[in-house]
C-alpha cells in the first residue's frame, strides 16, 4: 500500500516468532514516519528472534533496515518506537520476522 494513510500496520507470523509495525504520518513518501515494533519469541527452541523493516524507494529499491534482536525466550516479547524518513522516499514499508541461531536465519515472513 502507498502512502495513502496518516495510520498503517504490517504483521506476520513464522514458527517460532510474529510481530509487526504500526506506520504512523505516512502523508506522502517524503515524510518522517513514526514506527512502532513489536516483537514475540513464540516457540520454546532454543532460537531467538529479530525483526526489520522494509522499504521501497523510488524506482523500487528495496532497502533493509537494520535487525532488532529479542534474546527474552519462548513467550516474551519487546517493543521499539522509532522513525524513518529516506532521501528516495518510503513508496513501500514492509516488515520481516525471522528466527535465527546465531547469524544464521532459520525461516522468516514478509508482509508489504
Not at 494513510?5 to 516468532?17: I, K, L, P, V
Not at 521501497?56 to 529499491?61: A, E, H, I, L, M
Not at 532521501?87 to 525461516?107: M, P, Q, S, T
Amino acid at each position: 500500500m502507498s502512502p495513502a494513510h496518516a495510520e498503517d500496520y504490517r504483521w506476520c507470523s513464522t514458527t517460532g516468532a510474529n510481530g509487526g509495525v504500526t506506520i504512523t504520518n505516512w502523508t506522502d513518501p517524503g515524510a518522517t514516519v513514526g514506527l512502532s515494533i513489536g516483537l514475540n519469541d513464540t516457540k520454546a527452541d532454543s532460537h531467538h528472534v529479530r525483526i526489520r523493516i522494509l522499504s521501497k524507494q523510488s524506482g523500487g529499491n528495496v532497502v533493509h533496515w537494520p535487525w532488532r534482536k529479542h534474546m527474552g525466550g519462548a513467550g516474551t516479547g519487546d517493543s521499539w518506537d522509532t522513525t524513518a524518513s529516506d532521501d528516495r522516499g518510503l513508496f513501500e514499508i514492509g516488515v520481516e520476522v525471522a528466527v535465527f541461531e546465531g547469524d544464521h536465519k532459520l525461516n522468516s515472513c514478509t508482509d508489504w
